[in-house]
């Protein structure tokens, strides 16, 4: 069965970093293009960062609000995608969800984890 | 960037009832190669990730229940719900895929009447 699993999320200071893992079953990390959303308590959901495929060359793309300070990767297990977040600011206090596209073109998500909260805050 | 504007804020429909959800782009998602609209709709319930709904448009994910469909092109489209039932009670998304970054539009609370 195809599943994604957030963790790492918790309570971080201001400017410190945090690195979420996003485990994998059912396929290998690299296989499918992957994405980072988040959203913020009782708000909407933003587009964060995103992984082509190998296939389309494994390349990343970022939102302006947490390019510089965010990385997405993958293991070299292939079971695990991260998403590194330094120098944390208050603003990036939400539920980060990562997704999956097995099935559909490459910026659109049909497979979600169930999310990791992560809240910035002195 | 692309963005993303939705309407209404939120709408009660009673059981049965029509819900249509508007979407409208800052610019066209329409690529000329391939004539495809690059938008998507996703709907979230309380305490749950997103679910695809539906991509290119129109194109209606696996699983999904046919009183779902989605229209429109170039900047305007549409989710309707044909007939609304109580497990469709949910905050639906619009999002962009034509360019990065990828954009959702605000959200659309639907409730029963």
């Known amino acids: 069965e195809v599943q994604l699993a957030e963790s790492g999320g918790g309570l971080v200071q201001p400017g410190r970093s945090l690195r979420l893992s996003c485990t994998i079953s059912g396929f290998t990390f690299g296989d499918y293009a992957m994405t980072w959303v988040r959203q913020a308590p009782g708000k909407g959901l933003e587009w964060v960062s995103f992984?082509?495929?190998?296939?389309?060359?494994?390349?990343?793309e970022y939102a302006a609000s947490v390019k510089g300070r965010f990385t997405i990767s993958g293991d070299d297990s292939k079971t695990i995608a991260y998403l590194q977040m330094n120098s944390l600011k208050t603003e990036d206090t939400a539920m980060y969800y990562c997704?999956?596209?097995?099935?559909?073109?490459?910026?659109?998500?049909?497979?979600w984890g169930q999310g990791t909260m992560v809240t910035v805050s002195s | 960037d692309i963005v993303m504007t939705q309407s209404p804020d939120s709408q009660a429909v009673s059981l049965g009832e029509r819900a249509t959800i508007n979407c409208k782009s800052s610019q066209s998602v329409l690529y000329s190669s391939n004539n495809k609209n690059y938008l998507a709709w996703y709907q979230q319930k309380p305490g749950q990730p997103p679910k695809l709904l539906i991509y290119?448009?129109?194109t209606r994910e696996s699983g999904v229940p046919d009183r779902f469909s989605g229209s429109g092109s170039g900047t305007d489209f549409t989710l309707t719900i044909s007939s609304l039932q109580a497990e469709d009670v949910a905050v639906y998304y619009c999002?962009?895929?034509?360019?990065?970054?990828?954009?959702f539009g605000p959200g659309t609370k639907v409730d029963i009447k």
């Open positions: 992984i082509r495929s190998k296939a389309y060359g494994g390349t990343t």
């Open positions: 997704g999956a596209a097995l099935t559909t073109p490459g910026g659109v998500f049909d497979i």
């Open positions: 999002q962009q895929y034509y360019g990065i970054p990828f954009t």
């Open positions: 290119w448009a129109s």
